[in-house]
């Protein structure tokens, strides 16, 4: 049941401001970010020389694209301390995302960072429908992560009782669900997946629980994912976004009233959407790479940080009375895209076609390989117990029907393996479904 659509703000007046006082509150915010990050970080301070620009040219909010780009080779080429603008001795906390390959990206935070990172974590966890009066059961990790830390300290913020478990060993957050009562579940929504198979095998009567909220984020869901999910552990699966580079959780979540889009947190994070390949920006509405610049970070402020992500994003009207911009949800990043033969495709495609195939259970890999020179692509995706047939030509005949889907979807002809129930690896973190085994030629 959803009910509250408006009223239920964290921080009413920022959150329902008039546009154009967010709009003075970010260039004033810009200003004073860009100044900083001049002022204090030798790395700034190079690259406004080589692009000739000083800190008075911004004027307007447009003129954020006087300023450089940074990545994760950014963060990767000033490891681990580069970018700080403070004393470290004034840093009180280190995160890092873990990259697939070289160090990782490690990022400080003020205490007032933290201050206005738990801020925003409150902010979208009251937009997910979260109160105060309720129990919240982290099954996010407590490590290096920004996942654990970034939620707790959000949803202790706004006054819930938090039950700080921690991922992994499902069956005891079973049994913590069921001791606990509690109403609300952090976690990947993979690893929700995982927490509903084993209730189910355990026979976790998930329609009684006293859950009834689940903010799920680190990775993309899709519509099919969410509304298993929702079916299974009868719930409310919401979404919320955010990447280690920038702060963590809390750039952006989702409000009840438009469930496909999350609401970013605009008084501390300026977006552009630009078109990934040649870095122009694109028009409100328009999908293209989410570009974040952070107005509020003391220990590492970062410029225009290209999050790879693909998004759209909308200024308009919001039936929950927030007034900032919403995002839509993220499904892919632009280095997620596969070339297969010539034929672009994100595993999100994927999975749409698989969740709604009957039969299927939500759990599949996607293998890229060579053969004699060509890109194969193959799909190996979980049968449901019930559709488990002795008959190997029922069989065959399903996995041809999986074959056509995919291919009507993708343009592509997979090869697709039908696997046993439970065969495929889970999770308890963010998960990996694509395998590119391919040789580079
Ligand atoms: O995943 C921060 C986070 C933790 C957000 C928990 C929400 C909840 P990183 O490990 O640095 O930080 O990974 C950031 O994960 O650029 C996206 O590609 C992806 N991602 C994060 N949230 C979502 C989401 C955290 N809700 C990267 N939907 C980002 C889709 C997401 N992708």
Redesign the pocket.
Known sequence: MIKNLQGNYFDPEIETAPREDILRIQLEKLRHQVAWAFERVPWYRERFRDLGVKPEDIRSLEDVRLLPFTDKQTLRDTYPFGLCAIPLDSVVRLHS??GTTGKP?VIGYSRRDLDVWSDCVARMVMMAGVTPADRVQMA?GYGM???GF??HYGCEKLGCMIVPAGSGNTERHLMMIGDYSTTVLIA?PSYALHMCEVGESLGFDWASSSLRVG???????TLGMRREIERRMHIICT???????VS????GGECLAARDW?HINEDHYLWEVINPVTNEPLPEGQEGELVLTPLSKEAFPVMRYR???LTRVTTGPCACGRTHARMS???A?TDDMLIVRGANLFPSQVEDVLVGIQGLAPHYRIVLDNEAGMDRITVMVELLPDAFSDSFEQMDHFRQHVVDRLRQALLITPIVKLAEPGSIERTVG?SKRVEDKREKF
Do not use: A, I, M
Request: charged share 25%; with cysteine.
């Open positions: 995302s873990s990206v996010f992560f920004t996942g970034g939620l990947t903010l799920f984020g680190g990775e993309p869901c979404d919320n976004y955010g990447l280690t580079e963590g959780p809390g750039v999350n999050t790879r992500d949800k993220v499904r990043r963010k």
